[in-house]
T-cell receptor, first 115, second 112 residues
Framework: GAGVSQSPRYKVAKRGQDVALRCDPI?????LFWYQQALGQGPEFLTY????????KSGLPSDRFFAERPEGSVSTLKIQRTQQEDSAVYLC?????????????FGPGTRLLVL | GESVGLHLPTLSVQEGDNSIINCAYS??????FIWYKQESGKGPQFIID?????DKRQGQRVTVLLNKTVKHLSLQIAATQPGDSAVYFC???????????FGKGTKLTVNP
């Protein structure tokens, strides 16, 4: 079946612009995660949803970052007033259930470049 | 918290050789471990996982070994192929947490 999809795949923003990144998880998956991956580094956790509830947002780097999943399926990560240090690949992952000890499946990522 | 370290940032092998990629973690309460493969421009792809109640698990051409005593994890790839060239990440989950903590990755290059 279809995997996790993300759009856009690439985004160039001028510093100070707002951006919105979309994630379509695998159909029926309960859990959804956002990660940030800097160049040459491993992904770093940003936030976690179980259905529509955002249960952990401890990894969001500042209050300029906001994520939502209003209907428990598609999720949007919004970054307000983008800064150059926000340049990274933003990865979305989904997991079938709320069970922790279960594989997370990743999308291809959105590569954000802030000029 | 958890931190995940790496033994070698790069590894170069000949096609057909076996590859071993190592990873160390810090938290003895960690109970779920995953290896991911990431090719350029793509998201991490699941390879194999292991829970803390096991010390070895095998898949197709891959084996994961877990040594909880020294908090060490390894991925063995048998008969490495050019298509195995990628960055490999270990990721660790601590019980009661939703946060997967990733290492920095090992870039595997397979020479024909």
């Amino acid at each position: 079946g279809a995997g996790v999809s993300q759009s856009p795949r690439y985004k160039v923003a001028k510093r100070g612009q707002d951006v919105a990144l979309r994630c379509d998880p695998i159909s029926g998956h309960v859990s959804l995660f956002w990660y940030q991956q800097a160049l040459g580094q491993g992904p770093e956790f940003l936030t976690y949803f179980q259905n529509e509830a955002q249960l952990d947002k401890s990894g969001l780097p500042s209050d300029r970052f906001f994520a939502e999943r209003p209907e428990g399926s598609v999720s949007t990560l919004k970054i307000q007033r983008t800064q150059q240090e926000d340049s990274a690949v933003y990865l979305c992952a989904s997991r079938p259930t709320q069970r922790e000890l279960e594989t997370q499946y990743f999308g291809p990522g959105t590569r954000l470049l802030v000029l | 918290g958890e931190s995940v370290g790496l033994h070698l940032p790069t590894l170069s092998v000949q096609e057909g050789d076996n590859s071993i990629i190592n990873c160390a973690y810090s938290n003895s309460a960690s109970d779920y471990f995953i290896w991911y493969k990431q090719e350029s421009g793509k998201g991490p792809q699941f390879i194999i996982d292991i829970r803390s109640n096991m010390d070895k698990r095998q898949g197709q051409r891959v084996t994961v070994l877990l040594n909880k005593t020294v908090k060490h994890l390894s991925l063995q790839i048998a008969a490495t192929q050019p298509g195995d060239s990628a960055v490999y990440f270990c990721a660790v989950l601590q019980g009661g947490s939703e946060k997967l903590v990733f290492g920095k990755g090992t870039k595997l290059t397979v020479n024909p």
